[in-house]
């Protein structure tokens, strides 16, 4: 059974920093691995989609990177802002009936 | 412009009544996702809906709960009878036909607490 695990759970990081937040699943026969944003009371907004046969993605700011083989991927933030503040989850994919596996996310707070 | 819309929004209820949350995909997508998100658990999905037919709904405790498409614009989630360890938010995700894999775009949720 694949499971996904972000850690830390939380994490606070003054304005202006670089930051990375890890993702690793245990099952590396994934189809591609996806990282949302939640905003508190909302729901989740796809920020980058990344293929198996594909080693990162690139949106803005977000630099999203999959090391299929070590089940890790990484999400960049560069210059964070306080805009930012959110949870962050990823989720991959095994391709059957495209059925989503979430970690439980990592709310991250940008401190002005 | 497009989106995922739920109702209701919150609803609180006592052990044992009847729980049904509604959901309207966006126009012209025909994949419908159920996902509950709780604390302890994450998000998880339910139950996945393609062109109104249930594909998957093995994350769906059969005894209580049922998920059905009276039609494409409306997806229902029933429960009956809730119990308090149902108390979570429950989402619905829509996917366009055709759509890349996972293109999912989600409503704002339900929230439900069972007293």
């Known amino acids: 059974k694949q499971e996904v695990t972000q850690i830390p759970a939380a994490l606070s990081v003054p304005e202006g920093e670089n930051l990375v937040l890890n993702c690793s699943f245990t099952d590396s026969a994934i189809y591609n691995l996806q990282w949302f944003r939640q905003d508190p009371g909302k729901g989740l907004t796809s920020l980058l989609l990344?293929?198996?046969?594909?080693r990162e993605q690139t949106s803005g700011r977000l630099n999203a990177s999959l090391d299929k083989s070590s089940g890790r991927s990484t999400l960049y933030i560069a210059a964070s802002q306080p805009g930012d503040s959110a949870t962050y989850l990823c989720a991959v994919d095994t391709g059957a009936n495209s059925k989503l596996t979430f970690g439980k996310g990592i709310t991250l707070s940008v401190r002005p | 412009d497009a989106r995922v819309t739920q109702t209701p929004r919150h609803k609180v209820t006592e052990m044992g009544q009847e729980v049904t949350m509604r959901c309207q995909p966006i126009l012209g997508h025909n994949t419908v996702f159920w996902y509950r998100q709780t604390m302890m658990q994450g998000l998880e999905l339910l139950a996945y809906?393609?062109?109104?037919?249930?594909?998957?709904d093995s994350g769906m405790p059969k005894d209580r709960f049922s998920a059905e498409m009276p039609d494409a614009t409306l997806a229902t989630l029933k429960i009956q009878p809730s119990e308090p360890r149902d108390s979570a938010v429950y989402f619905c995700?829509?996917?366009?036909?055709?759509?890349?894999?996972?293109?999912?775009?989600f409503g704002p949720g339900t929230r439900l607490t069972v007293l």
């Open positions: 995700a829509s996917g366009p036909p055709g759509g890349r894999p996972n293109e999912q775009f």
């Open positions: 809906f393609r062109n109104r037919a249930p594909l998957d």
């Open positions: 990344i293929q198996s046969s594909q």
